[in-house]
């Protein structure tokens, strides 16, 4: 007799989130940097580690405090030279990955009776952590052109009355970026009975005259930034997302985070990775150009683009989108099956690997037509 273990109700017949992991030349398909550390990064990166494996029978340090300070250090960089102020360690906060600061999030301003909003298409992982915090879920909608309707955003948190807003900014998965007056419109909106989240995973890649939402941060005190060190920092692989917040949301996230949930490696890894900013983060004009020259590339040809300040392109669409995914993963090129119906999206590459995107696209349709 199979065993069926008493899960919750609403999780039966779920399946676990993720895209497929496949094994093929060209991957393309979950938003990763495609270019790994130097030898000399990933030789700071193994003596931090071997430093911390000296004491790994004690606990790591709970409030992760250095990484706090090196993480502020980081932020100030969006927001000293244009602003003129610094980001605090105390205004600072991490997790295991942005997703891990999101669910936190989740847990202390969310939960039964309270609603999570967010608009759709979006990132599809928010539901998700709603689900499991128990928080009601309510998408409103975007634009065609996938910005967002603020009378419609305003209408909804009106009628909702949330008490988290996820934001991403760009989005994903269409790449789109909110100007600044439409966070301030919803954080006014929202006002002290919830937080907006302005959800910067992909916040480096922006292209030049989009601010980013930490310039808002003194004007909003339920105003909160996400960040991940796992794109244009080119560290999926080592786990670590960050936010920055007025230091009562920070405090407010310690009552629900689990203890020592940073561990040592993982706190040794970031400070090492950020004394290597510049070298991980030296990829993203390239990758800004790639990209740009994808979009043109996209539309050259007669597909529908989505403006993109991230470092992927929804493109489209497609009557059959999944024969073209298979048509190009049969090629050696995994792309992602995700958005709107007849959309699909592409992660950027090298300059190899985009062309290797491009001509296994160009044979694709050339066989469909
Ligand atoms: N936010 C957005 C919009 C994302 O696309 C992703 C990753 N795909 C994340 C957050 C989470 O990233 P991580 O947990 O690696 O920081």
Not at 32 to 53: K, L, Q, R, W
Not at 108 to 124: D, L, Q
Not at 192 to 213: H, I, K, L, Q, W
């Given at each position: 007799?199979?065993?069926?273990?008493?899960?919750r109700?609403?999780?039966r017949?779920?399946?676990?989130?993720g895209?497929p992991?496949?094994?093929?030349?060209?991957?393309?398909?979950?938003?990763?940097n495609?270019?790994?550390?130097?030898?000399?990064?990933?030789?700071?990166?193994?003596?931090?580690?071997?430093?911390?494996a000296?004491?790994?029978?004690?606990?790591?340090?709970?409030?992760?405090?250095?990484?706090r300070?090196?993480?502020?250090?980081?932020?100030?960089?969006?927001?000293?030279?244009?602003?003129?102020?610094?980001?605090?360690?105390?205004?600072?906060?991490?997790a295991?990955g942005s997703n891990e600061?999101?669910?936190?999030?989740?847990?202390?301003?969310?939960?039964?009776?309270?609603?999570?909003v967010?608009?759709?298409?979006?990132?599809?992982?928010?539901?998700?952590?709603a689900?499991?915090?128990?928080?009601?879920?309510?998408?409103?909608?975007?634009?065609?052109?996938?910005g967002?309707?603020?009378?419609?955003?305003?209408?909804?948190?009106?009628?909702?009355?949330?008490s988290v807003?996820?934001?991403?900014?760009?989005?994903?998965?269409?790449?789109?970026?909110?100007?600044?007056?439409?966070?301030?419109?919803?954080?006014?909106a929202?006002?002290?009975?919830?937080?907006?989240?302005?959800d910067?995973?992909?916040?480096?890649?922006?292209?030049?005259?989009?601010?980013?939402?930490?310039?808002l941060?003194?004007?909003?005190?339920?105003?909160?930034?996400?960040?991940?060190?796992?794109?244009?920092?080119a560290?999926?692989?080592a786990?670590?997302g960050?936010?920055?917040?007025?230091?009562?949301?920070?405090?407010?996230?310690?009552v629900?985070?689990?203890?020592?949930?940073?561990?040592?490696?993982?706190?040794?890894?970031a400070?090492?990775a950020?004394?290597h900013?510049?070298?991980?983060?030296?990829?993203?004009?390239?990758?800004?150009?790639?990209?740009?020259?994808t979009?043109?590339?996209?539309?050259?040809?007669?597909?529908q683009?989505?403006?993109?300040?991230?470092?992927?392109?929804?493109?489209g669409?497609?009557p059959?989108?999944?024969?073209?995914?298979?048509?190009l993963?049969?090629?050696?090129?995994l792309?992602?099956?995700?958005?709107?119906?007849?959309?699909?999206?592409?992660?950027?590459?090298?300059?190899?690997?985009m062309?290797?995107?491009?001509?296994?696209?160009?044979?694709?349709?050339a066989?469909e037509?």
């Amino acid at each position: 007799m199979t065993y069926t273990p008493p899960l919750r109700e609403e999780l039966r017949g779920l399946e676990p989130y993720g895209a497929p992991q496949l094994d093929v030349p060209v991957q393309l398909n979950v938003n990763e940097n495609p270019y790994g550390p130097s030898p000399a990064c990933v030789a700071d990166i193994a003596e931090a580690v071997a430093s911390a494996a000296g004491s790994l029978n004690r606990y790591p340090d709970r409030e992760f405090t250095e990484l706090r300070t090196a993480l502020a250090a980081y932020l100030s960089r969006d927001t000293e030279p244009t602003r003129g102020f610094a980001i605090t360690p105390d205004q600072v906060w991490a997790a295991n990955g942005s997703n891990e600061v999101m669910l936190q999030l989740l847990q202390a301003f969310g939960g039964p009776g309270r609603t999570a909003v967010s608009f759709a298409p979006t990132y599809s992982m928010y539901p998700e952590y709603a689900r499991d915090s128990m928080t009601a879920w309510v998408a409103g909608r975007r634009e065609t052109d996938f910005g967002l309707d603020l009378d419609h955003a305003r209408e909804l948190v009106e009628k909702e009355r949330p008490s988290v807003v996820l934001l991403p900014s760009p989005n994903n998965p269409t790449g789109t970026a909110l100007p600044p007056e439409a966070v301030t419109a919803l954080c006014e909106a929202v006002g002290d009975d919830g937080v907006v989240v302005v959800d910067e995973a992909y916040g480096e890649f922006r292209r030049a005259g989009t601010p980013s939402a930490l310039e808002l941060l003194p004007r909003h005190r339920n105003l909160v930034v996400s960040r991940t060190m796992s794109k244009a920092f080119a560290l999926a692989g080592a786990r670590l997302g960050y936010l920055a917040a007025a230091p009562e949301i920070c405090d407010a996230i310690r009552v629900v985070r689990l203890p020592y949930h940073l561990s040592a490696v993982t706190q040794a890894v970031a400070l090492a990775a950020l004394r290597h900013a510049p070298e991980l983060l030296g990829r993203v004009d390239e990758l800004r150009v790639e990209r740009d020259a994808t979009v043109a590339w996209l539309r050259e040809r007669g597909h529908q683009v989505a403006d993109s300040d991230a470092n992927f392109v929804l493109f489209g669409t497609f009557p059959d989108r999944h024969a073209v995914w298979q048509g190009l993963l049969d090629q050696g090129v995994l792309i992602r099956e995700v958005g709107p119906d007849g959309w699909l999206r592409v992660s950027i590459g090298t300059a190899g690997e985009m062309a290797a995107f491009r001509q296994a696209l160009t044979a694709v349709l050339a066989q469909e037509a």
